[in-house]
């Protein structure tokens, strides 16, 4: 198993509070990648990372940020947290150079915003 | 826009029977991988099945195989003799290669596996 953790994996917080989750990688792939899954949306791209600094958008990027200082690190931060961010997060990695992107995913975080 | 459907939002099967999940897919992209990923109730998302769009030959990976007709952009999975474990969502995905090689997600099929 690809060596991908998540922290915290469980988390209660209220609205209007700061929230950072951590991914944290072991293999030493490029390519980080920060989802959310939703009942009836699958999974939905939030942001990527495609090297230490390097980010981008993806399709529900509005209300977060992310950071990446380190390879094996992947922050997502929830600026001000509101009831439709309550949701499961998944960090996922890929490895570089290969044209396939295959992804192998974190355990997932199960985020509420009271 | 790359889109990614599956069209069966449940399906059951026996114990030791097979049964097909149906994927369909669009892309402009000449080459490309497509991927069955498995969701059991443990969350934990699980690579199960990838296929290049240029083998011809359907890839298979013990009692799972795809049947990849790429002239249609259809990509199903097979599960061969189920067992209890196989009980998951199963979600097809496919990469789009203009961003970073996100994963663009179909809205998944929850098989439950019936004794």
């Known amino acids: 198993d690809a060596g991908i953790t998540q922290s915290p994996r469980h988390k209660v917080t209220e609205t209007g509070t700061p929230v950072t989750l951590r991914c944290h990688q072991t293999?030493?792939?490029?390519?980080m990648y920060w989802y959310r899954q939703d009942p009836g949306h699958g999974l939905r791209l939030i942001h990527y990372?495609?090297?230490?600094?390097?980010?981008d958008k993806g399709e529900v990027s509005d209300g977060y940020s992310v950071s990446r200082s380190k390879t094996e690190d992947f922050l997502l931060t929830l600026e001000s947290a509101t009831s439709s961010q309550t949701s499961v997060y998944f960090c996922?990695?890929?490895?570089?150079?290969?044209?396939?992107?295959?992804?192998?995913f974190g355990p997932g975080t199960r985020l509420t915003v009271t | 826009a790359q889109t990614v459907t599956q069209s069966q939002p449940e399906m059951s099967v026996q114990e030791a029977e097979t049964v097909t999940l149906s994927c369909t897919y669009d892309?402009?992209?000449?080459?490309?991988?497509l991927f069955w990923y498995k969701q059991p109730p443990s969350r934990q998302m699980i690579l199960v099945i990838r296929?290049?769009?240029?083998?011809?030959q359907n890839a298979t990976e013990n009692r799972f195989s795809v049947n990849f007709q790429k002239a249609a952009k259809s990509f199903s999975l097979k599960i061969s003799d189920s067992q209890l474990g196989d009980t998951a969502m199963y979600f097809c995905?496919?990469?789009?290669?203009?961003?970073?090689?996100?994963?663009?997600f179909g809205q998944g099929t929850e098989l439950s596996v019936k004794p």
């Open positions: 990372s495609y090297g230490v600094k390097d980010t």
């Open positions: 293999e030493n792939h490029r390519y």
């Open positions: 996922a990695i890929s490895e570089e150079g290969t044209f396939y992107h295959e992804q192998y």
């Open positions: 296929q290049e769009a240029y083998k011809q």
């Open positions: 995905a496919s990469p789009d290669y203009n961003q970073g090689g996100k994963l663009i």
């Open positions: 892309t402009s992209e000449s080459n490309y991988y």
